[in-house]
């Protein structure tokens, strides 16, 4: 069993997805581009690879363990079968091809990465492809522009259209997070407005529990089996300016901590960027409500 769907997969979700022990596949994203022969193309994820990055971060054992219903174990095993296998390739100076991902071949001592582009791992471009205007001859110079016009004015419009939904959404997200402070607030008030009518006796104390909203996308720095080195770390990374917190345990009860949680995914998509050049290269991003 190779691990080519598995990656795959990850790829449409996740900024990062690590081979422990081998090497990471790293994606950016890109707007919408057109080129010098009229072909437009919607935004998308341009992916390269990494062999520095070899700490296992748990995603694609967690994964596989999921997919198959088999434990944690068993799928380190599968991965350790497919990167032993990896090695063989580069001793003996094989391509090792990843299917719908790219090709990792050996020249001279490098190591070089050629993507597929016939994928597009970007969610939000999901149904666009690449639109090409070919040039029709006629008589009248203006013709032809008007129909190539009218070809980047339907594509135009509907990324536009995409755009808006996508940001309609968002905006529905964030109005529900206000209409809960203020449903919090009112009830407090009316709390309080019915002690003021218990004359002889004190006030009440009303406790209210509001919810913290820090936002369901976080920038993972990293995971930890002792607990006492999550907070170190949280110390370390508040020192830095980072608003640093930690975000509970995953299934395997590491503790996890990141840099910072983000209300909307474009937010923590920018943050990562930063995160990446600035300080770690392994970071990524977790959707994650946390209670």
């Keep these: 069993m190779n691990l080519d769907k598995y990656i795959e997969d990850l790829l449409y979700r996740n900024e990062c997805v690590v081979i422990p022990n081998f090497g990471a596949f790293i994606t950016s994203t890109n707007s919408t581009n057109i080129n010098s022969e009229g072909i437009f193309t919607p935004p998308f994820k341009s992916?390269?690879?990494?062999?520095?990055?070899?700490?296992?971060?748990?995603?694609?054992?967690?994964?596989?363990?999921?997919?198959?219903?088999?434990?944690?174990?068993?799928?380190?095993?599968?991965?350790?079968l497919n990167v032993s296998n990896f090695n063989n390739d580069i001793h003996n100076k094989n391509d090792i091809v990843f299917s719908k991902v790219g090709v990792i071949s050996?020249?001279?001592?490098?190591?070089?990465?050629?993507?597929?582009?016939?994928?597009?791992?970007?969610?939000?471009s999901y149904g666009l492809s690449s639109v090409s205007s070919s040039s029709i001859k006629r008589n009248k110079n203006k013709a032809a522009f008007s129909n190539f016009s009218k070809y980047a004015a339907a594509l135009i419009i509907g990324l536009?259209?995409?755009?808006?939904?996508?940001?309609?959404?968002?905006?529905?997200?964030?109005?529900?997070?206000?209409?809960?402070?203020?449903?919090?607030?009112?009830?407090?008030?009316?709390?309080?407005?019915?002690?003021?009518?218990?004359?002889?006796?004190?006030?009440?104390?009303?406790?209210?529990?509001?919810?913290?909203?820090?936002?369901?996308?976080?920038?993972?720095?990293?995971?930890f089996s002792i607990e006492e080195n999550s907070f170190t770390r949280v110390k370390q990374l508040k020192n830095k300016g980072y608003k640093a917190r930690r975000i509970g345990q995953n299934k395997y009860g590491l503790f996890q901590v990141a840099y910072s949680s983000f209300q909307t995914r474009a937010e923590a998509d920018i943050a990562l960027g930063q995160i990446r050049i600035l300080d770690n290269q392994a970071a990524w991003i977790l959707n994650k409500e946390i209670n």
Aim: hydrophobic share 40%; proline share 2%.
């Design 47 to 80: 992916i390269s690879f990494n062999k520095k990055i070899k700490k296992n971060d748990g995603v694609l054992a967690t994964y596989i363990s999921d997919l198959n219903n088999i434990s944690f174990d068993d799928a380190m095993k599968l991965i350790k």
């Design 160 to 223: 536009l259209i995409s755009s808006l939904v996508y940001n309609n959404e968002l905006n529905k997200i964030e109005q529900k997070n206000i209409i809960a402070y203020q449903q919090a607030d009112l009830l407090i008030e009316k709390e309080i407005q019915k002690a003021t009518f218990v004359i002889e006796n004190p006030l009440p104390i009303v406790k209210m529990i509001v919810k913290e909203n820090i936002g369901a996308f976080h920038v993972v720095a990293g995971s």
């Design 106 to 124: 050996f020249k001279n001592g490098v190591t070089e990465f050629s993507s597929y582009n016939n994928v597009n791992y970007l969610t939000e």
